[in-house]
């Protein structure tokens, strides 16, 4: 039986260009997508045998979305799987609106263009596995990086409407939500509790969508630390945060 056909965005760097690599090295026809393609192209010459389609993409630019997804996904000759991996995250304590704009137009706007094509397209197919990185930093607010945490939260809000959604079409559309803990990307420099690799990120990644999770913590372990976040009396939480 074939591999289902893959496509990632936000596959330049980070977890999702690790993840990129553990499909392709599995035999997965992937297609990457993101604004810097050097970094993809490098990475699809390793694995010149797998199908394969690299794109420029920048979400933020939401009127070119449904295109360039349609182009690609061409390509590539269809698409089973949609990972969205592009995110943005800066701390930014002294409400710096500029930093939080640049959270709204990619974790927002440019998220919410991408789940709406790929959700249609699927509804289209009738068929589909939707799966996007949100964090635990959704499940509450923070002080540190107010616009991060609440575009995470919009985005966790979002895939639930999405899963209900396909509850209701009746058709077999698997909505995962992805909720990493820390993640040692390049925003998130430094030594941190739990902390882990994007390589190792990126195998739990692989598995939960392989075994079709609705919902999966990056490591697995954060479980524990976000049922504290929902649970802790805002008292609590407050004075912890």
Not at 117 to 136: D, E, M, N, P, R
Not at 209 to 236: E, N
Request: aromatic share 10%; glycine share 6%.
């Amino acid at each position: 039986m074939p591999h289902p056909r893959v496509v990632i965005i936000g596959a330049s760097t980070g977890m999702g260009h690790a993840l990129a690599r553990l499909f392709l090295s599995e035999g997965y026809p992937t297609a990457m997508l993101a604004r810097h393609v050097e970094p993809m192209h490098a990475l699809t010459a390793q694995y010149a045998h797998v199908p394969h389609a690299v794109a420029q993409i920048d979400i933020c630019r939401v009127s070119t979305v449904p295109t360039i997804l349609q182009h690609t996904i061409t390509r590539l000759e269809g698409m089973d799987i949609l990972v969205h991996c592009a995110g943005y995250g800066l701390v930014n304590p002294h409400l710096d609106y500029a930093v939080e704009e640049g959270m709204i137009e990619t974790n927002i706007k440019g998220f919410t263009a991408v789940m709406d094509w790929a959700f249609q397209y699927f509804l289209q197919q009738q068929k589909g596995h939707l799966v996007a990185i949100t964090s635990v930093a959704g499940i509450r607010g923070d002080r540190h990086a107010p616009a991060y945490f609440a575009s995470k939260a919009y985005q966790i809000s979002y895939l639930q409407a999405l899963h209900h959604k396909a509850v209701k079409s009746g058709l077999p559309i698997v909505v995962t939500d992805i909720r990493p803990g820390f993640v040692n990307t390049k925003p998130m420099e430094g030594k941190r509790f739990w902390m882990c690799s994007t390589e190792t990120a990126a195998a739990h990644i692989f598995k939960a969508i392989r075994q079709r999770k609705r919902l999966a913590y990056i490591t697995p372990r954060w479980r524990w630390v976000a049922l504290a976040m929902r649970i802790a009396p805002y008292w609590v939480y407050e004075k912890v945060m």
